[in-house]
């Protein structure tokens, strides 16, 4: 182990559905997807629902060695997740599971927590500066002193072209890759989608104190067609929004209408629940002004009596919800 701090060695790579060639130092083992010999875990935690069981047995395994990890995937896929569970899988359980934003991280920080007994997990890796990086591989990878903490970096960069780029040390990222576990996007694991929806909805149900909804057909349509482009994080507002809104058409049209769009840069505002929350009620406030309107035969005066809101702010919010396209009104605030 002492070996394996000190000098860079090619990465151990995870790819399910393989052969995995182990690094030197690490129990031999071979991890296959689908049917392969997988050595039992010796701590049995329960699984972590948003990962199919062969990222969760892969989890265990890395949980068992002081080696650095690399955790590569899309922005969230649930990297900072995993690192927390091989941080509660492993020996260093009880100690202090830190995570820094690598773009962020100051100097002493960064020094205080690898010197712990506890877990480092360094967000981004690739945005560390370079001067950060050579502190690290002195005083964590050169270190004369005991082991500190478990170091696990997480990336959504393709590293190797920030090597080539020299924005990265090419013997930090050996360091840092001594293990590397590649987490799939959310597209291309539709047969999870349910299981992690059904998972999901147990726990918000109970978090919101609320019945766990039965999703419609159209409702499970959306979920396996879409693309999710903020994979699990995207996921998990879907169906907090369900839960909390609790009318699965609004929610849809909601969760439709707020859905991430790329820029111009390429990049993707993320989906929020207080977006999605703030959709849903414009869309509530429609659906119900529409239906007081039609059962006052148009009458706008009326129908904002009704609402218990000025005639001014039932066509404010008319041409809000875009409604200027309704009859207009006759000196009565009647429809013509």
């Known amino acids: 182990m002492e070996n394996l701090r000190r000098m860079p060695i090619p990465p151990f790579f995870l790819r399910f559905g393989t052969r995995i060639a182990t690094a030197k130092g690490v129990n ?11 050595q039992s875990a010796k701590r049995q935690t329960k699984p972590f629902a948003l990962f199919d069981v062969h990222t969760q047995r892969a989890i265990s395994r890395i949980a068992e060695s ?18 927390a569970q091989i941080h509660a899988q492993s020996s260093r359980s009880r100690g202090v599971f830190t995570e820094i934003q690598s773009a962020d991280a100051d100097p002493q920080a960064l020094l205080s927590a690898l010197s712990t007994k506890g877990t480092v997990y360094l967000a981004e890796i690739g945005d560390l500066s370079l001067s950060l990086q050579e502190l690290v591989i002195r005083s964590y990878f050169h270190s004369e002193g005991s082991q500190g903490g478990h170091l696990l970096c997480g990336t959504s960069r393709d590293l190797l072209g920030e090597v080539k780029a020299w924005r990265m040390r090419e013997d930090f990222y050996y360091m840092v890759s001594v293990i ?71 929610s849809l049209a909601a969760l439709k209408a707020a859905a991430p769009t790329a820029n111009r840069n390429g990049s993707r505002k993320p989906l929020s629940l207080k977006e999605v929350t703030r959709t849903a009620s414009i869309q509530i406030e429609r659906q119900l002004i529409s239906e007081v309107l039609t059962k006052n035969g148009g009458n706008r005066k009326r129908a904002a009596y009704e609402l218990g809101i000025s005639y001014k702010a039932l066509l404010y919010k008319l041409k809000r919800a875009g409604a200027e396209s309704l009859p207009a009104p006759n000196g009565n605030g009647v429809a013509q």
């Not at 031999?28 to 997988?38: F, H, V, Y």
């Not at 104190?209 to 699990?232: A, F, Q, S």
């Open 28 to 38: 031999q083992a071979t991890l296959i997807s689908g049917g392969g010999t997988i």
């Open 66 to 83: 002081d080696c650095p990890v690399l955790i590569v995937g899309e922005h969230g896929v649930g990297k900072r997740s995993i690192a």
């Open 180 to 250: 590397t576990l590649r987490i799939s996007p959310l597209r291309y694991r539709k047969s999870e989608i349910l299981s992690i929806a059904d998972e999901l909805l147990t726990q918000y149900s109970k978090q919101f104190d609320r019945p766990k909804p039965v999703l419609r057909e159209e409702i499970i349509g959306y979920l396996m067609e879409h693309t999710w482009p903020e994979n699990l994080s995207e996921l998990q507002t879907a169906i907090k929004t369900f839960v909390a809104i609790g009318d699965q058409s609004i």
